[in-house]
């Protein structure tokens, strides 16, 4: 398959293969009557950033302890027969650490870190966090603002790299595989809908039925580490 180009959605479902809880699963134990729009958003930073601050990083010393899985590791593989791309909607590392080269975050990475005030990036210590707690002061930039994690929360916009990077991967697609989202997230639910109006097949992973299963070119009820080590071979009798 020389000179052919696969783009690939990923979603929560495909990092919780690898043991990473979604956004609604983790809402137990410390966190279990915090209104998540507290703990996701630019307002609840404003008004509790150690809240904040003590939620994302409880989540990246999680996520760092989770391996990729065959999913991830399979997606990498690909790229000794095709060109691939993966856009994410997962904050996590795992496609990275799975071997892939070319991953753009819609969501930013738990795995950044920037100053709130001038943008700069953080790249210092981080406090160790053995068990969750309800808060941590978060570091404190050169310029006197507060190091934040680099994701997007409620009311922010997608970064700008990210986004046109993931447009022109979805358009210069010839073959689109969208895993473990439900395709209801706007603007990145919008994605597959453009490769799709664009000509280009779109072939979704999903246990589940999504928004985007009626509409696929082809739509497996599977999961991504059992499904994803052999599409690649598969695809040209899938797709006819």
């Not at 989202?181 to 990145?188: E, K, R």
């Not at 597959?192 to 664009?198: D, G």
């Amino acid at each position: 398959m020389v000179n052919v180009q696969v783009t690939v959605l990923s979603g929560a479902g495909i990092s919780a293969e690898s043991g990473v809880p979604t956004f609604r699963d983790v809402e137990t134990g410390l966190w279990a009557k915090v209104d998540p729009y507290e703990i996701s958003s630019s307002d609840g930073w404003q008004r509790h950033p150690e809240k904040v601050w003590a939620w994302y990083l409880w989540r990246h010393y999680m996520m760092k302890a989770v391996q990729p899985n065959d999913g991830h590791r399979a997606i990498a593989a690909w790229e000794d027969h095709a060109e691939v791309h993966v856009v994410t909607q997962n904050v996590d590392d795992l496609h990275e650490r799975g071997g892939s080269s070319r991953v753009y975050h819609l969501h930013g990475s738990l795995f950044e870190f920037r100053c709130d005030r001038c943008d700069l990036p953080y790249d210092g210590p981080l406090p160790a966090m053995p068990e969750p707690v309800e808060v941590v002061e978060p570091p404190t930039c050169v310029c006197g603002g507060l190091i934040r994690p680099n994701v997007v929360w409620f009311g922010e916009g997608l970064p700008a790299d990210a986004w046109d990077r993931s447009v022109d991967a979805v358009r210069n697609a010839d073959v689109a595989i969208v895993v473990g989202t439900s395709a209801v997230v706007y603007p990145a639910a919008g994605l597959p809908e453009l490769a799709l109006s664009s000509g280009i097949p779109v072939i979704e992973i999903n246990p589940e039925e999504t928004a985007l299963s009626a509409s696929a070119t082809l739509s497996l009820r599977a999961k991504a580490a059992s499904t994803l080590p052999t599409l690649l071979q598969r695809l040209p009798a899938l797709l006819g």
